[in-house]
Each structure stands twice: as structure tokens, then as C-alpha cells.
Antibody
Framework: EIQLLESGGGLVQPGGSLRLSCAASGLTFSDYDMTWVRQAPGKGLEWVSLIGGFGYSTYYADSVKGRFTISRDNSRSTLYLQMNSLRAEDTAIYYC?????????????WGQGTLVTVSS | VLTQSPATLSLSPGERATLSCRASQSVSSYLAWYQQKPGQAPRLVIFDASNRATGIPARFSGSGSGTDFTLTISSLESEDSAIYYCQQRSYWPLTFGGGSKVEIK
């Protein structure tokens, strides 16, 4: 059974940093693109970033470009999101999700999310 | 930009639900639908406009191409109460629609 488990969320002051992790199990991790999607309280889904299976390709939403860095460690089956210069508008539940092998950039398995709150 | 309508749909069990997703430019058939229930992560329902994801009941179907897409639930069940989001993968950045809420009377 494929499982994704996010961790690393919490309360951080504006301008601060946080690193999220997403531990994957039940799959050959390097076979799949992985992504982060966030959801502000009471709002819709917003795509944040995506990384290719071997980590060579990365993509970002304009809202986080230059502040967030996505990475992965295939030996540990773990996805990361380094978030710097955090703003109040980054407050959200952050989900990691796995890409479909046959239709990259659609996502068939999701974690339960980790809450990031940016506030002084 | 993906625009979803209606914002809210309130129907009785057994009725047919039709949700719309309109793209501001062609996304070919590179569109997916997700279901999200309160307190839960999204769940993939349809990908590539018309392909049901694993484990999704046959009452869910998707259609469309280019700029106009539809998610149809042929006979609503109480468990279908959720917010449904469309998502395109035709161009960067990936984008989601604003969502359509399906309420069961």
C-alpha cells in the first residue's frame, strides 16, 4: 500500500524558515514525479512545486519562486520542501502527492497534510 | 485560468450532477478532477479528461477537450457530498479551478 506522510509543519514568524518532509512507502520512489500542493484555511487548492523522479527537473509557482526549494532523497524515499522568507499568505495545509506514471503531473496518492502557520 | 461552475450544487440522492470546468486557453485533454471531503486530502477522480482513477465508481464520468470540460455523477449518493476541483497539466504553472461544492439534500 502506498503511503505518504508529511511532517515539519508548525508555527513560524514572518521571514522565518521551515523544512517540510514527506516520507513515502510502498512504491519505487524514484519512478515518480512528486509535488507539493497547499490549501489556505477555507480556500481552494494551490499547486506549489514539482520535482522529477531523479530530481533533475524542478518547477515552482510564481508565488513561491525564489523562496521555496523542492528536493528529494530517493535513497530515503523522502521529498522535501525548504521554505524561506515565509509570509502570512504562506499559511496553509501543505500536501505532498505522487504523480501518475502514465499521466505525469496528475496526482493519485496524497498525504494527509501538514499545517504551516506564519504569524508573529 | 480554470473557472468552475456552479459554485454550489444542491441535489437529492439519485439525481444527476453536472459540473463544469472552463479553461481560458486550450488544455487539450490534459485535465483532471479531484474530490475533497472536509478534513481530508484530495482524491483523484478523473484524469486526462475522461479516464476514471483506480477505485472510482462508474457513476463518475468525465468529458470534454480544449477549453470545456464536464464531470458528471450519474446518480448521486450521500457519500458524493464534497468539493470537486479541476486541474490542468497542459502548461506551467499547474493550476486548479476554484472548486464546485456538491451538497446532498
Amino acid at each position: 500500500e502506498i503511503q505518504l506522510l508529511e511532517s515539519g509543519g508548525g508555527l513560524v514568524q514572518p521571514g522565518g524558515s521551515l523544512r517540510l518532509s514527506c516520507a513515502a512507502s510502498g512504491l519505487t520512489f524514484s519512478d515518480y514525479d512528486m509535488t507539493w500542493v497547499r490549501q489556505a484555511p477555507g480556500k481552494g487548492l494551490e499547486w506549489v512545486s514539482l520535482i522529477g523522479g531523479f530530481g533533475y527537473s524542478t518547477y515552482y509557482a510564481d508565488s513561491v519562486k525564489g523562496r521555496f526549494t523542492i528536493s528529494r532523497d530517493n535513497s530515503r524515499s523522502t521529498l522535501y520542501l525548504q521554505m524561506n522568507s515565509l509570509r502570512a499568505e504562506d499559511t496553509a495545509i501543505y500536501y505532498c502527492a505522487k504523480g501518475i506514471a502514465t499521466s505525469p503531473n496528475f496526482f493519485d496518492y496524497w498525504g494527509q497534510g501538514t499545517l504551516v502557520t506564519v504569524s508573529s | 485560468v480554470l473557472t468552475q461552475s456552479p459554485a454550489t450544487l444542491s441535489l437529492s440522492p439519485g439525481e444527476r450532477a453536472t459540473l463544469s470546468c472552463r479553461a481560458s486557453q486550450s488544455v487539450s485533454s490534459y485535465l483532471a478532477w479531484y474530490q475533497q471531503k472536509p478534513g481530508q486530502a484530495p482524491r483523484l477522480v478523473i484524469f486526462d479528461a475522461s479516464n476514471r482513477a483506480t477505485g472510482i465508481p462508474a457513476r463518475f464520468s468525465g468529458s470534454g477537450s480544449g477549453t470545456d470540460f464536464t464531470l458528471t455523477i450519474s446518480s448521486l449518493e450521500s457519500e458524493d457530498s464534497a468539493i470537486y476541483y479541476c486541474q490542468q497539466r497542459s502548461y506551467w504553472p499547474l493550476t486548479f479551478g476554484g472548486g464546485s461544492k456538491v451538497e446532498i439534500k
